[in-house]
């Protein structure tokens, strides 16, 4: 299989946070055959777009009965809904 695209990558990376609580670099980077600075990129788009939060080594998904709190993770989400 070819490489992903940055897209396709960032909508997997999704798709996979709807089963999983987090997801790490070094998995994804595994899963679509690509260095870990490109995953590093593609999680660090996604949390500027609000739909993961950044944890060490890797993501969490967010939702809006999250217990954990914004401080405690080091970012926020924001509601990518109202920004459309």
Not at 36 to 49: G, H, K, M, S, Y
């Amino acid at each position: 299989m070819s490489t992903a695209t940055r897209t396709e990558r960032m909508q997997r990376v999704l798709a996979l946070l709807e089963t999983k609580d987090s997801v790490h670099v070094s998995e994804l980077a595994g899963e679509f055959a690509v260095s870990e600075v490109t995953v590093r990129t593609d999680l660090a788009e996604l949390a500027r777009q609000g739909l993961v939060a950044r944890v060490r080594g890797g993501v969490r998904g967010c939702s809006e009965d999250s217990p954990s709190s914004p401080s405690m993770s080091g970012s926020t989400c924001r509601h990518p809904r109202s920004e459309r």
